[in-house]
């Protein structure tokens, strides 16, 4: 009898130290709707692809700089979201938002989101139109695994999937709006939901 409380007690000493050295309060519904502006980001690129007047996209035309603004729309809708959404969960679960644990979740995803963007603005000044989506893909892959030893297990299963995405986007150059709809918007309303449905719920 005595045996099996010890056992209980070491169970429960590893969960609290497990719990405070991740940061449990990341919102699988935000993750949802990421996705949700991703697929309708890509929707309005591939608009304003199909109705481009000219045979080539520059850098100095109309049709590339709207095409830049809906990525950048996209992006900030899916961070607000995301901080709301979080700041939401905390408090419902007591935690913190700003803690040593969210602080080390930010750095680890930082170095390498802001690493691969940096990398994706150098190809696109010189010409390398094709490797912007799977640069893209691997980098944001690359920054969920290295940041998801500090939050929850299932995004560096997300991580995993955009990095093979990234790869593959690489053979089918192409292609990089498709893996971009995949990575970006489908990857995240699956993973979301799935984070949504096991964590959010309870």
Known sequence: MESKNYLKDIQDIKQMMSQSTQFISLSGLSGILAGIYALVGAFFVSYLIETHMGYYITLESTTFK???LTAFAVLVASLVTA????????KKQNEKVWNS????????????????????????????????????????????VNASKYTLRDVRYLGITEIILGLLAVEFSGYGLHFWVLGFGICHILYGGMMYYKYDRK
């Open 101 to 144: 644990s969210s602080r080390r979740l930010l750095i680890n995803f930082a170095i390498p989101l802001f690493t691969g963007g940096i990398f994706a603005l150098l190809l696109l000044r010189h010409g390398y139109y094709g490797l912007i989506a799977p640069i893209t893909l691997l980098f944001y892959g690359l920054a969920c």
């Open 83 to 90: 901080y709301i959404m979080t700041v939401n969960k905390a």
């Open 66 to 68: 709207l095409i830049v």
